[in-house]
Each structure stands twice: as C-alpha cells, then as structure tokens.
C-alpha cells in the first residue's frame, strides 16, 4: 500500500502548499514531476503528477492564487520578502527586546519565507552585536499589560533603573500601581502610557526597565478623570508633544530654525508645526510640545534652532548653555 492511502486528501493539499511555500516564488518555478519528488523526499508521501495536478486545482478554487503556465508557483503569500525583511530590522534595531528574545523572534519570522528568502538574510546572523535590553521578562510585560489594557484593570510593577554596576536595580521597594491605557514604540524602545492615581496626568514607563508586572483586580480611573484624556486624546498629537517621552506639560514654542531643519522638524514632530514667519536666513515656526522634551531638542539642534517662547523656555536654555559653556573651558 502506498503511504498516500494513508494520507487523505485535506493533508495532501497542506503538503503541497507548503512545498510551494518554501520552494518556489516568480523566480522558482516547479514542475508537476518535481513536486511528486518532494512529497516523497519531504513527507514519504507517494502520489501521481495527476494528483498533484488535481490538488493544485483544489488549492486554486479555496483562493490560493497558483500560476501554472512556464512553471508552479506561489504567486501571492502571508508575507512579501520586502515586509519580512521590514519586520525583521525592526525586531532585529528594537532596544526592548532582550538579544535572545530577538534572535528567536527572528528565527521565526525568516521561516515565514521559502528557503531562497532565508539564504538572502543568512547574514543578519553575523552581525555585530546590536545594543538590546537586559530585561528577559519584556514579552510577558506585553502580554500582561495588553490584557489589562483590553480589560480596563489597573496594574503592578517594579521600575527599575541602571546602576553603576551595569544592571537594573528596582527605583524603590514598593510596586508602582498605575492605569494602563496605551502602548507605543519611539525610537527603538516600547513604552506604556498611563496614569499614577495620586497625580491627574499621563506618565510613560519603558517595559524595558519594568519587572514583576502583575494585573489586579481593580479598574482602571475613568479616562475623563485624566486631564490628558478630558481635554480630548489623539495619540499622533500626543507622540508629536512627546518627542524623548518625557512627562509633564506641553507648552507652544515658537522658535527660528535654518530652512534646512525642515526635514528634522518633521522627523521629529510630524506635520504639526506652523511656519509663522519667513526670514533672510531662516524660518519662525510655532510648535506645541513638552516643556522639557523642548528643552533637550533646543540644546542638540543649538546651532540651528534658536528658542524666542516662552520667555521661561528660553531662560532655562541659556542657563544650560552657560553652565556647559564653563564646563567645556
């Protein structure tokens, strides 16, 4: 008896998807002949050119989209080579993942591709250690608080921060206990955007340097008792005001920046900036952002953005320019 009697029809159909899968793409084409030698190769499945013929007709009509003219080949998959390439930089340049949590979740999306896909990221094995996170708990953090998050529960958790001794030590003894609302990414790093009961304002917290994330029982504080959310929340808005994730108030800065800034203004708060004024040798642009965030950009674009508001912004600036300017002499 052949092993294809002992393989019915439903499995033969997965089968040779799967070789299609893995074998072949517009540049790789089969032949009926070829796929029988792979079924048995592969499965120790016995079948005819029929079959498989038969087979592939099948898996055209539940909606796989199978060219047979000059060649089999799997024209349309879950994921392109492009996207799953675009998947894996982001997973393989992301600082929250730990370095073995990344190396495994990129194993598991370059089997996504067909072996030729695979052979075209072999390198990405070989290259020089990226700088990941030490905390091996960010997957569970995630899972945790995306079920808190959909449940509307509050949650519990050490925050730690980096010692003199290259670890993560805990801020203090007791858990934090906050309202879960969001998750974003910003550069390279996942933060959960919540509230703290004692205070009425969003705070971020990198799941990087949380451990021992647990989700209790209590609901959540109503998002209108928020003041971030009462005044009407858009996270776009929130993330542009928001550019080092830093908590507090944002504050309109106007600022003169070189005309060249344009392409870092953007990179940096989107499209939600005005240009009030043109001049000879430069822009006014108006911009909503946080106080403090501000006040960092200011000093790493220093010699091309010049901070006129608010007159408190500017104060703060130039105290920090003349105190590394005394440093640096």
Not at 58 to 71: A, K, R, T
Not at 227 to 251: R, T
Request: charged content about 25%.
């Amino acid at each position: 008896m052949s092993l294809y009697g002992l393989c019915d029809k439903k499995s033969l159909n997965l089968l040779i998807l799967e070789i299609l899968e893995q074998y072949t793409d517009n540049d790789h084409r089969l032949t009926q002949l070829e796929i029988v030698d792979l079924l048995e190769k592969n499965y120790g499945v016995k079948c005819t050119r029929q079959t498989v013929k038969n087979n592939l007709v099948l898996l055209e009509d539940m909606g796989h989209e199978i060219s047979m003219q000059d060649g089999i080949y799997l024209m349309s998959r879950q994921f392109d080579d492009a996207e799953l390439r675009m998947l894996i930089d982001s997973v393989l340049f992301s600082r929250t993942l730990s370095a073995a949590q990344a190396e495994r979740l990129i194993e598991k999306l370059t089997g996504l591709g067909n072996k030729y896909f695979r052979a075209k990221v072999k390198h990405i094995s070989h290259l020089p250690k990226l700088i990941h996170s030490d905390n091996k708990q960010v997957l569970l953090n995630l899972d945790v608080l995306n079920d808190a998050i959909e449940q509307g529960r509050k949650v519990s958790f050490i925050y730690n921060s980096y010692g003199k001794d290259f670890k993560l030590h805990p801020r203090r003894e007791e858990p934090y206990i906050v309202n879960p609302y969001q998750m974003v990414a910003n550069q390279g790093r996942y933060y959960l955007l919540g509230n703290y009961d004692k205070y009425d304002d969003v705070s971020h917290y990198r799941l990087d340097y949380m451990t021992k994330v647990q989700m209790l029982a209590d609901k959540v504080k109503p998002k209108d008792k928020v003041e971030d959310f009462a005044q009407g929340y858009s996270l776009p808005k929130h993330m542009a005001e928001h550019i080092y994730m830093f908590s507090g108030p944002s504050v309109q800065v106007k600022m003169r920046v070189r005309e060249h800034m344009m392409g870092s203004l953007i990179d940096w708060f989107g499209k939600a900036f005005r240009i009030v004024q043109e001049e000879a040798d430069g822009l006014v642009i108006s911009v909503v952002c946080n106080k403090l965030a501000m006040k960092y950009w200011a000093l790493q674009y220093g010699e091309y953005a010049e901070v006129l508001e608010p007159k408190s912004l500017r104060e703060e600036i130039c105290d920090a320019v003349d105190y590394m300017g005394s440093v640096y002499r």
